[in-house]
């Protein structure tokens, strides 16, 4: 094959890759995919599990779903990932889920990823990176930058090193720049990942994920050109936490909650709805969030406090387009305990001065709860500058 292989095609039967298998592109490109039909999943494969595996290789092309199922899966590689591995891999095009409502159900219906529709039962995607348009509109449709659903109840499954610039466009009921679900509460991680994409979830969107109910959120961030809105919830990391803790994270992002005709949507520079009593730390927030109705520098609504710990906000609050400078420049400590940063001498921010405090708050955290936050904030622009965050504990450096 040489190194850019072109043909256009409409795929009628997708293949299943099983077992013991490697389709490794060795870095070649295939472009011209086409795929447009009402089958249940698509992509350049149908499924890839059992122990299968593809890497390095890049696709291009476009997938569209012309059926009613309110259960199907899209993904620029696999339609699903089940005991397999994506790795190193790429897709850039379009994919268009269609507009099936999946009922009242999280669980079974369209999902729609960069890379795999749909990940679940010790599936690993890693080191992998998309950019197109990726699109559904029924109600609980899920779709992500890289993954549409990643779902695990007893095994490990992992989303980790993905990446997604300003050249994705994600839009679902649940819509994330890297997933658009993830659940599984012990066992699912999605960990250094990052996202400049734009996202506009119809009901939860968020900067890397839309819905979070599973383990955590670790590592990861969205950049500065990043942008996400929704009418009920935006979140610059996570649109609705509902279980799940959240460790060295911070978000770039320009959060919006819009106005639409029967709501007006809550912002949180980092989750937009927050129903868990999971911890977030270790975080921060340096972007804009804003809404006609409510926004905040953490949480834009909860339906209870959710636990935060070493977590500041230098970013700017604007709420019916009025900027509120007392929720810029505050930070968490201790659990809960919400304190603005000091004035120095010269009248300016002390961050030198709350860097220490945070780092000492992830030292108390980690001493006092099981689950380690591996990350400290370090100055690299000056002292008077707020901080960004390294990996290893306070003072392991």
Known sequence: MPDYYTETHNWGEEI??????????????ISGMRIENDHNHHGLFRMVMDGAEVINLTVEGDIRYTGDS???????????????????????????GGSVDGGSSR?????????????????????????????????????????????????????KDCHVTEDCHVTGDMAGGIAGYLYGTQNTELRDCSSGADVTGLSEGGGIIGYLDGRGLTACHTTAACRVSSPRYAGGLIGWLSAGRVYGCHSLAEVT??????????AGGLVGFGDTDDYIAGCYFAGTAQSPVGAQPFIGHQNYYVP?????????????????????????????????????????????TTTAELNRAITDYNRDNSRDCEFHFVQTDGTSNPPTLAEGVPGAE
Not at 327 to 352: F, K, M, S
């Open 16 to 29: 299943d890759l099983r077992g013991d298998i490697t389709f490794d592109g060795a870095g070649h490109t």
């Open 70 to 96: 309110e259960s199907h899966r899209a993904g620029g590689i696999a339609g699903e990932c089940s005991h397999g591995r994506i790795k190193n891999c790429t897709f850039r095009g379009t994919i268009d």
């Open 257 to 266: 909650g819009v106005e639409s005709e029967n709501r007006s949507g809550y």
């Open 308 to 352: 935060i710990a070493a977590t500041y906000s230098s970013g700017r609050v604007l709420t019916g387009g009025v900027e509120d400078s007392s929720l810029t420049g505050i930070y968490y400590g201790e659990h809960n305990r919400l304190t603005q940063v000091p004035l120095g001498a010269d009248g300016q921010p002390d961050w030198e």
């Open 107 to 159: 669980t079974s219906l369209t999902m729609v990823g960069g890379i795999v529709g749909y990940a679940h039962d010790a599936g690993t995607i890693s080191n992998c990176t998309a950019q197109g348009t990726f699109t559904a509109n029924g109600a609980y449709s899920q779709v992500g930058g890289i993954v549409g659903q990643v779902a695990m109840q007893t095994l490990r499954q992992t989303v």
